[in-house]
């Protein structure tokens, strides 16, 4: 925890700890801290959160690794998730994936060649009742329509994420 | 007829639900001080009666599942844990990130009436890792409960102190499995754990630990201020009270809709939902998440939304997933899809689900490719049917039951995709 390899990340790493009722129970809110700070978890960061919970380099890579989130290289400064399970199939997911693959001329799972964007397909994210859904960045973009991802790109190109609007995402049976 | 009260929707759609101030002027929070105070077997007993069973997918018996609980007396000094399970990832569910989003305070107010029936001061909620922006919301709730002095020492001068924080896993269905969740709690991979020890006896940290659903948790406060009566005034025998159905596939008005247990599946359909789109016809329902065996048009025409209709239609109400397909739907594709899900999700802990799920996946891609031969379909019955009843949790009963129902509705659609 005293690493020098995370000097800013000291202090709230040892608020996790203090939390934590064992500190293995801090693996999981520590790799959070160090993918959300550096954007992903190297192998002094695993080294790092090895010494600072008591565990293995070997326990704490299993954890990584087994958790789809948690990412071993750098990915793009705008990640975009999108859902491809059942529901969103059926709301044009697969559509939406191949329009984005086009506009970025990447594949799922890729980064673009100027480090701005990182594309994955991943599985059921919760949003069933608004697919196509996609997540950029970890906040939620319901009922994207291919003409509705241009825009997001355009915007994300300028660097900024788009206000998602409330009426969206949270009506609860959407306004109709 | 009585209108059905909105015990888990009051608050949807009131502009700021989410903050405290308006969460308590709709009534958040009222009745918290009275309860706080009453036994904890007082309340387990309003709850007992009131027939509440978990909304996670099991539908166990709450009162039950807290009657495995040690009392205070008989843990020798261990603590009990709970965690309100927010780990939603059945495919087709969503009603657990709504309720969060529109009413944080009241799973909070929830999950601080169970943790005093089961003597507890000390409550995790467990968001699944897609969950960031709802664990920023709630962390901000938390925040503002514990300045009006409803979470942390002393609660509302009751004398009860409970501590609440969130927990974020990081991408995981199987983590929503109970001690999947405590294996990722511990900072561990999520492979659920031999039972027993059931987590009632031996969970989180070798204490006695209660997962539960934050929808079931979000009933609690309703049913300690109204009466376990009351509750049971709605639904059926087997299911009381009301249920939020989470409503997906080519309706007009997919969403979440609170309805009492025990209403007709066509009500949700056509008076909820809108009903199918202009021209469709109805083709199956997978009733309760992707998990669920479908029913076929005619059997959900025909069911109600409870236990014991679904079960003796020989399928589930699990999460109250409802995915509807119509005469659009591809059903050899959509099967595709699932078995890839499921795939992607198994543990690998144990042997027939790692391979079977893998192999039920390659098989199921390559017929809805139109390259399978009429042998796959055979192969891919039979790894089902091995995977059945063969895991230590209930992901490999959950993988199986698509493969299955879908063969068996849908054999004609499968036979005309491959060769002989």
Redesign the interface.
Same mark, same amino acid.
């Given at each position: 925890m005293n690493d020098p390899w995370a000097p800013d990340l000291a202090p709230l790493a040892r608020e996790i700890l203090a939390g934590a009722l064992v500190p293995g129970a801090a693996t999981l809110p520590l790799l959070w801290l160090v993918q959300d700070r550096r954007g992903w978890i190297s192998d002094e960061a695993l080294a790092w959160v090895a010494g600072s919970t008591g565990r293995s380099l070997a326990q704490v890579e299993a954890v990584v690794s087994f958790y789809s989130m948690f990412r071993r290289a750098p990915a793009g400064r705008w990640v975009i998730e999108v859902c491809r399970t059942l529901s969103c199939e059926l709301a044009g997911a697969p559509r939406l994936l191949a329009h984005l693959e086009d506009r970025l001329g990447v594949r799922a799972g890729e980064t673009t060649p100027d480090g701005a964007f990182t594309l994955l397909a991943v599985e059921c994210l919760a949003s069933c009742g608004s697919g196509p859904v996609l997540h950029v960045n970890g906040i939620p973009f319901e009922r994207v329509t291919p003409e509705r991802a241009d825009a997001l790109l355009d915007a994300l190109r300028e660097d900024r994420l788009p206000e998602r609007p409330e009426a969206d995402l949270w009506t609860w049976p959407p306004a109709s | 007829m009585d209108l059905a009260p909105r015990i888990l929707?009051a608050r949807?759609?009131v502009p700021g639900s989410h903050t405290l101030e308006v969460a308590r002027a709709c009534g958040v929070y009222a009745d918290l001080g009275r309860v706080l105070r009453l036994e904890a077997e007082a309340i387990a007993a309003q709850v007992r009666a009131s027939g509440l069973r978990g909304r996670g997918g099991a539908g166990f018996p709450t009162g039950a599942k807290w009657g495995f609980v040690p009392p205070p007396e008989r843990r020798q000094g261990r603590p009990v844990h709970l965690f309100a399970n927010a780990d939603?990832?059945?495919?087709?569910?969503?009603k657990?990130?709504?309720l969060l989003?529109?009413d944080p305070h009241r799973v909070i107010e929830g999950t601080l009436v169970a943790a005093r029936a089961l003597c507890c001061h000390?409550v995790w909620i467990y968001l699944?890792?897609?969950?960031?922006?709802l664990q920023e919301r709630i962390d901000a709730a938390l925040g503002e409960a514990r300045q009006a002095n409803l979470v942390g020492p002393d609660i509302l001068g009751s004398g009860f102190d409970c501590e609440i924080?969130t927990?974020?896993?990081?991408?995981?269905?199987v983590c929503g499995e109970e001690s999947g969740l405590l294996e990722? #709690?511990?900072?561990?991979?999520?492979l659920p754990r031999i039972k027993p020890p059931y987590p009632a006896l031996v969970g989180?940290?070798g204490d006695p630990t209660v997962v539960q659903n934050v929808e079931t948790l979000a009933n609690l406060p309703w049913i300690l201020e109204h009466g376990a009566q009351a509750y049971r005034a709605w639904g059926t025998e087997a299911s009381s009270g009301t249920r939020l159905f989470?409503?997906?596939?080519?309706v007009?008005?997919?969403?979440?809709?609170e309805l009492p247990l025990g209403t007709p599946f066509r009500e949700l359909l056509e008076g909820?939902a809108?009903g199918l789109r202009p021209g469709r016809r109805l083709l199956a329902v997978l009733p309760g998440g992707?998990s669920t065996p479908l029913l076929t048009a005619e059997q959900a025409l025909g069911a109600t939304l409870d236990h014991e209709c679904l079960e003796a239609l020989g399928s589930f109400l699990g999460s109250g997933?409802v995915?509807v397909?119509d005469d659009s #739907?591809d059903p050899v594709?959509?099967l595709a899809?699932?078995t890839r899900?499921y795939a992607?999700?198994s543990?690998g802990q144990c042997t027939p689900c790692r391979e079977g799920c893998g192999w039920m996946a390659r098989i199921a891609a390559r017929v809805a490719a139109g390259e399978g031969r009429q042998e796959d379909l055979v192969t891919l019955e039979d790894l089902a049917r091995s995977l059945r009843g063969r895991t230590l949790c209930a992901f490999g009963d959950a993988a199986a039951a698509p493969v299955l129902s879908f063969l068996e509705t849908f054999r004609p659609a499968f036979l005309a995709r491959v060769r002989p």
């Open positions: - | 929707t949807f759609g939603e990832s059945e495919p087709g569910t969503f657990d990130r709504v989003w529109h000390r699944r890792g897609e969950f960031r922006f924080r927990f974020r896993g990081a991408g995981a269905y990722s #709690v511990e900072g561990r991979r999520g989180a940290f989470s409503v997906s596939g080519p007009r008005r997919p969403g979440v809709y909820c809108g992707s997933g995915i397909l #739907v594709a959509a899809n699932l899900f992607h999700e543990c």
